[in-house]
């Protein structure tokens, strides 16, 4: 059964602490993504990565970086936490470069900055 | 740019009644049509898709039907369950080298018995 699993469900932090979400598939995906979702926004992308090293800017890329230094993990972080970064956070994987390809979600991590 | 827009939610139903969600898009070229729903407490799951006009996806007695000239992709089933209950995401994806998704607002569905 394919599995995407995220480092934490939920997780608190302080303003201007530095945050580290974790994502780990076990597909041998090569593409994997990070979403944040917020109510009456539906899914945003934040980054998302092509292969191992490789990354791309997705549609909200401030304020956030990533790092894929093997090709099941894949990391999203927050380098000075604010609290308009309160957000549940979604990590998914791909095969294959195709828009038509199924995309396999973690559980998410609902994170709060205060 | 390209967009998906769906339905205001939540949308409450009592079980066996007929669902239906409208989803619109704007999109350039030819774009592959998606539906994710989101059960409580999990991650987004693919329930359908379709990549051509007039292309049924069709899952779990969910249907919706690829429509290029009105540029919509509904999401319908006939007879509801509580199990039903969950956040239905349209989406499309307009190709080129990414293949990146774009996702509607999601729609909450509960479904009462």
């Known amino acids: 059964d394919v599995k995407v699993t995220q480092s934490s469900r939920y997780l608190v932090k302080r303003t201007g602490e530095k945050v580290f979400l974790e994502c780990v598939q076990d597909?041998?995906?090569?593409?994997m993504f990070w979403y944040r979702q917020d109510p009456g926004l539906g899914l945003r992308l934040i980054y998302f990565s092509y292969d191992v090293k490789m990354k791309e800017k997705g549609d909200i890329p401030e304020g956030y970086s990533v790092s894929r230094e093997k090709k099941e993990r894949f990391s999203l972080i927050l380098e000075s936490a604010s609290t308009n970064q309160t957000s549940m956070y979604l990590c998914a994987s791909r095969t294959g470069t195709s828009g038509y390809n199924e995309q396999f979600f973690g559980p998410g991590t609902r994170l709060t900055v205060l | 740019g390209n967009s998906v827009t769906q339905m205001e939610g939540p949308v409450t139903l009592s079980e066996e009644a007929f669902l239906t969600i409208n989803c619109t898009y704007t999109?350039?070229?030819?774009?592959?049509l998606f539906w994710y729903v989101q059960y409580p407490g999990e991650g987004l799951q693919l329930l359908l898709k379709?990549?051509?006009?007039?292309d049924k996806g069709s899952n779990k007695g969910f249907e919706a039907t690829y429509r290029k000239e009105t540029t919509s992709f509904h999401l319908e089933k006939g007879s509801v369950q509580v199990s039903d209950s969950a956040v239905y995401f349209c989406a499309l994806s307009a190709g080129g080298n990414t293949g990146k998704l774009i996702f509607g607002q999601g729609t909450t569905l509960q479904v009462k018995p």
């Open positions: 999109a350039t070229g030819y774009p592959s």
């Open positions: 379709a990549t051509k006009a007039d």
């Open positions: 597909m041998d995906h090569e593409n």
